[in-house]
């Protein structure tokens, strides 16, 4: 009996080991190394771990409330694409001085005669004012605004630096020249629109009418 009894405490302290190294070896499947314990990589794991939730969390909640409020999801998602498409079409400074070397160029094709005066004189009044290094553009996240500063960003005089006398955001509607949104410049599409054709050119039929 007494050898029994061991034995079969032998046999259990046997299996109960065995069943340990088989729990142990499983969770460390999943746990992290016991090398990296206590160690930066941990903190890192933990880090990006609660990161991952709060983002679960987050789209979960969107996705309930989305459901919900269906009408109100379906706004906000359209205002939010338009913006960022607006955004994302945003002219920039370049683009403005492609457009005007791109119009002068198209001036050239026709002849002086017949080149619509408002237009070669819009032209000749940008160019001067970029030789002269006074086009701005303010930048309005969703539309980009061209405008004329009074002095160059290299003239160190005291108007040009005191910012009582600069000239205040409030103003940029009486020196902006030209809008761009979506990608094109409106004021300068608008005047360009006509551009080969000189009302001058007709006036002295109109007189003999």
């Known amino acids: 009996m007494i050898y029994v009894r061991r034995s079969n405490k032998l046999y259990s302290t046997v299996v109960g080991s065995s069943s340990l190294k088989q729990t142990s070896s499983s969770t460390s499947r999943f746990s992290f190394p016991e090398r990296f314990r206590g160690t930066i990589v941990e903190r890192w794991k933990q880090y990006w771990e609660s990161v991952a ?47 005007i070397i791109d119009c002068s160029n198209n001036m050239l094709y026709i002849s002086p005669s017949v080149r619509n005066p408002s237009a070669v004189q819009h032209l000749e009044y940008v160019e001067k004012c970029y030789n002269m290094g006074v086009v701005k553009r303010l930048n309005l996240l969703l539309f980009s605004v061209i405008w004329i500063d009074e002095f160059n960003d290299d003239i160190q005089v005291y108007k040009a630096n005191c910012k009582y006398l600069k000239p205040s955001i409030l103003s940029v509607h009486k020196r902006a020249i030209d809008i761009g949104f979506l990608n094109v410049w409106w004021g300068l599409k608008k005047i360009m629109v006509d551009y080969d054709v000189n009302p001058e050119e007709w006036k002295d039929y109109k007189e003999l009418e």
Request: charged share 20%.
């Open 53 to 99: 939730k709060d983002y679960y969390e987050s789209t979960v909640g969107i996705g309930t409330y989305a459901k919900a409020n269906p009408i109100k999801s379906l706004l906000v998602t359209v205002a939010t694409s338009c913006a960022y498409y607006c955004a994302s079409t945003n002219p920039d400074e370049r683009s403005y001085r492609s457009e």
